[in-house]
T-cell receptor, first 109, second 111 residues
């Protein structure tokens, strides 16, 4: 059973545009919903995270939207920049955690 | 606090050999997870250790094994290396149910 479905697999966005990455999960026991960002040759690093008691969290240009009933959460990158070009992973977490398959984002200048 | 450290950072081995990688977690973190990352397969979960016990395991052959010591440091072992084992091996530590912090990884090349 696939615990986490992340989409799209890859995304190309113009500079200044909005990037949206989605994550759907199965396990209702997850209680922590982070997004990680990974640059080539580096380990993933926490970008932004949300707890299920709120439906949205914004940090600068990055926003998580959380829909508990639909078991989905998404990452929105506003005013996307070439420096945002990286791979993004959703990692719903509880007593266990599951990495999404990753989304390769390319922001074109 | 010091971050997650992994040793060695780079390693070259030949087919059939075995290798041991080491990971020192952030102080106070009792959960250590290992991942393999390749261009073709992406980031794949190997296993997770918590309090010296393997708590979760990915879909890898038995050639891949690990252990965790009482100080939470962890080692991963790959026996009978194959060319396809060439990858970046990442270690991450966390408090239970919290953010995972990744180390810089060990890049393994199997010739």
């Amino acid at each position: 059973q696939q615990q986490v479905k992340q989409s799209p697999q890859s995304l190309i966005v113009q500079k200044g545009g909005i990037s949206i990455i989605n994550c759907a999960y199965e396990n209702t026991a997850f209680d922590y919903f982070p997004w990680y960002q990974q640059f080539p040759g580096k380990g993933p690093a926490l970008l932004i995270a949300i707890r299920p008691d709120v439906s949205e969290k914004k940090e600068g240009r990055f926003t998580i939207s959380f829909n508990k009933s639909a078991k989905q959460f998404s990452l929105h990158i506003m005013d996307s920049q070439p420096g945002d070009s990286a791979t993004y992973f959703c990692v719903p977490t509880g007593n266990q955690f599951y990495f999404g398959t990753g989304t390769s984002l390319t922001v074109i200048p | 606090k010091a971050g997650v450290t992994q040793t060695p950072r780079y390693l070259i081995k030949t087919r059939g050999q075995q290798v041991t990688l080491s990971c020192s977690p952030i102080s106070g973190h009792r959960s250590v997870s290992w991942y393999q990352q390749t261009p073709g397969q992406g980031l794949q979960f190997l296993f997770e250790y918590f309090s010296e016990t393997q708590r979760n395991k990915g879909n890898f052959p038995g050639r891949f094994s690990g252990r965790q010591f009482s100080n939470s440091r962890s080692e991963m072992n790959v026996s009978t290396l194959e060319l396809g084992d060439s990858a970046l091996y990442l270690c991450a530590s966390s408090a239970v149910g919290e953010t995972q912090y990744f180390g810089p990884g060990t890049r393994l090349l199997v010739l």
